[in-house]
């Protein structure tokens, strides 16, 4: 099994990024895609989920409205657009899959992880 996250970088507030998450190993169709981000010296926190059963999606209220999560499973690749990005989203990137949305957002829900991708936004 593995899920590897790509498209970190160096961006400057008000630019965009868009991270992939191409997983492989275990049925992508059935399980829901999530990301989480971990910022410097703070706990994990969940950024946003997409069931690639049904496509159901769910956001943080601090990345609603200017960050957009889709999903491939034709290329096993789910993605994490990033618009408008502020100083304070600078973090590592993780991608986990969970069996179920209803595991959206929770720490301990996902099966698998990524090792993570670096999004850094300067002011």
């Known amino acids: 099994v593995q899920l590897v996250e790509s498209g970190g970088g160096v961006v400057q507030a008000g630019g965009s990024l868009r991270l992939s998450c191409a997983a492989s190993?275990?049925?992508?169709?059935?399980?829901?895609i999530a990301w989480f981000r971990q910022a410097p010296g703070k706990e994990r926190e969940p950024v946003s989920c997409?069931?690639?059963?049904?496509?159901?999606?769910h956001y943080s209220d601090s990345v609603r409205g200017r960050f957009t999560i889709s999903s491939d499973n034709a290329k096993n690749t789910a993605y994490l657009q990033m618009s408008d990005l502020k100083p304070e989203d600078t973090a590592v990137y993780y991608c986990?899959?969970?069996?179920?949305?209803?595991?959206?957002?929770?720490?301990?829900?996902?099966?698998?992880w990524g090792q993570g991708t670096q999004v850094s936004v300067s002011s």
């Open positions: 986990a899959a969970a069996v179920s949305i209803l595991l959206c957002g929770v720490e301990s829900g996902p099966r698998y």
């Open positions: 997409i069931s690639n059963n049904d496509g159901t999606t």
């Open positions: 190993g275990f049925a992508f169709d059935d399980y829901t």
